[in-house]
């Protein structure tokens, strides 16, 4: 059984920042998964924020994100992280991290106030 679990959220003034791990635990080669962070704010869909190719080499952002976000894997770890900075109060969502989108963690909630 894979598990994924998320780390790091909580609350921070707009223009802080937050560092989201994710590690995996269970029978997953986790070093062959695509990863990535997703996000779902209240009344929307859950979006991409980021994604990590299996060997770290290939990283895609949102456009809201780009320049904020760095994503970034430790495949001897089984952990993926999300560091986000200069914090807005749009980012305000739970943060969710998922490989390849087959498996899914319970996600972590961030909040940013103004």
């Known amino acids: 059984q894979v598990q994924l679990v998320e780390s790091g959220g909580g609350l921070v003034q707009a223009g802080g920042s937050l560092r989201l791990s994710c590690a995996a635990s269970?029978?997953?080669?986790?070093?062959?998964?695509?990863m990535g962070w997703y996000r779902q704010a209240p009344g929307k869909q859950r979006e991409l924020v980021a994604t990590?190719?299996?060997?770290?080499?290939?990283?895609n952002y949102a456009d809201s994100v780009k320049g904020r976000f760095t994503i970034s894997r430790d495949n001897n770890k089984k952990t993926v992280y999300l560091d986000m900075s200069d914090l807005k109060p749009e980012d305000t969502a739970v943060y969710y991290c998922s490989g390849s989108k087959i498996y899914w963690g319970q996600g972590t909630q961030v909040t940013v106030s103004s």
């Open positions: 990590i190719s299996a060997g770290g080499a290939d990283k």
């Open positions: 269970g029978s997953i080669y986790f070093s062959l998964y695509l």
